[in-house]
Structures are given as C-alpha cells and as structure tokens.
C-alpha cells in the first residue's frame, strides 16, 4: 500500500498565525483528503484535493481558512491559517491506493494553539 | 447522504473475552466498508475492508467483520481479545472507489486484565 510521510509530526503555534502540513505520498495518487480530528472527536472531512483543480471543501470548511496545494501527484499541503484555540485538532492526510481499494492515512499532525 | 453509527461509545472487556463493536450505516447503493483502528498518539490503521463477494470479511490481527445489507450493519468482532487491542475504533463508509470516507463517531475499547 501507499507510505505517506506527513510533517510536521506535532506543534504548538500562537493564536492568530498560521501552520502548513505537508503529506507526501510515495507513489502517484489521483486524489488526497485532508481530515480533522478535534479532541475526543470522530474524523470529518475538510477538503479533497485533485491534482490541477482547486479543492472541494466540505460544509463549514473554507477556503480562505484552510487553503490547499497539490503542485503534483505525490505531495499536497494544508494550511490552517489565523489560528484559534478551537483549530487544536490532529490533521490527517489520506489517499486511496487504487493497487488494492484501501484509504492509507498519514500518521497525523497534532496541533495545539494556544 | 451517507451516515456511519456507532452506538457503543466506550466498551471494556477482559483479555481473553470475545469483542464485537457495532457499525450501522445510511446508504442508498452497495457501500464500501472499512473498519480502522487508532491506538493512542497513533495514526489510522486499516484492519479491514468489505467492498463486494463473501460477507464475512478478516482482517489483520485476528479481526473480522460481516456485513449483513438487511440490517445495514457491519459489525466487528474477535474472538480473543488482548491488552494490545486497546485503542479507538472507527467504522467507515465510502461512497465508491476513490471518494471520501464518511466516519463513525468511533468506539473506545478498554482490555481489563
């Protein structure tokens, strides 16, 4: 299956300024997604990323507070942007390996703002 | 729109008891299914996935699951737990091959010893 490196691993930022993950996926991918996992909470769905289009955000995720990149097939960034206590959350990068089916997730980015 | 249940929030079982954790789902067609495991401070980890054929599907670790259309469930279960199966568990949707998972709000497993 697909191996997605996905940095940084955890950080603590500052109210009002702005983080950038990256994932990097070691093989082609059609389509990335980007998840956030608020404390004790379940994964929803941010945006899904295709390469050469703008991404799709999902109800109550905008574009100017999570803007996205896929420059390729292999690489893709998030960024939560003029961050707030209520963006602590782990971000989680996906990708469906199409050799068998599966959604591989990358290993997450705990993030606290404080 | 799609829609994942899962009624048990936290369960606790002994080592060495039998598991099941329930899945339920809302979708119109055949669903692509998916159970994933997450341990603490750890990312997502597949033990399994239904897409189509036989109903009863094994995953890694002892798992398995069935899916049974009538009841809209797809219900995980093992026969033997070990303290190392503590961890969050997620049931997951997906609308087909290649498009978004919709998650279930996840079961916390707890092994007494």
């Known amino acids: 299956s697909a191996v997605i490196s996905q940095k940084p691993s955890r950080d603590i930022c500052q109210r009002g300024t702005s983080l950038t993950i990256q994932c990097q996926v070691d093989?082609?991918?059609?389509?990335m997604f980007w998840y956030r996992q608020q404390p004790g909470q379940s994964l929803t769905l941010i945006a899904t990323?295709?390469?050469?289009?703008?991404?799709?955000?999902e109800s109550g995720f905008v574009i100017d507070k999570f803007p996205i990149s896929r420059p390729n097939l292999t690489f893709s960034t998030l960024t939560v942007s003029n961050m707030s206590p209520e963006d602590s959350s782990i971000y989680l990068c996906?990708?469906?390996?199409?050799?068998?089916?599966?959604?591989?997730f990358g290993s997450g980015t705990r993030l606290t703002v404080v | 729109a799609q829609s994942v249940t899962q009624p048990d929030i936290h369960i606790t079982v002994s080592e060495g008891a039998s598991l099941e954790l329930r899945c339920n789902y809302s979708?119109?067609?055949?669903?692509?299914l998916f159970w994933y495991v997450q341990s603490p401070g750890q990312g997502l980890q597949l033990l399994l996935k239904?897409?189509?054929?036989?109903?009863l599907v094994q995953g890694i670790k002892g798992f398995e699951a069935e899916f049974k259309r009538s009841q809209s469930s797809f219900n995980l279960r093992k026969p033997s737990v070990h303290w190392s199966d503590a961890a969050e568990y997620f049931c997951?949707?997906?609308?087909?091959?290649?498009?978004?998972?919709?998650f279930g709000g996840g079961t916390r497993l707890m092994v007494k010893p």
């Open positions: 996906s990708v469906v390996d199409k050799l068998y089916y599966g959604y591989t």
């Open positions: 093989s082609q991918v059609t389509m």
């Open positions: 990323a295709n390469q050469g289009s703008e991404a799709t955000y």
């Open positions: 979708y119109g067609a055949t669903p692509y």
């Open positions: 239904y897409f189509s054929g036989d109903t």
């Open positions: 997951a949707v997906g609308e087909g091959a290649g498009n978004m998972l919709t």
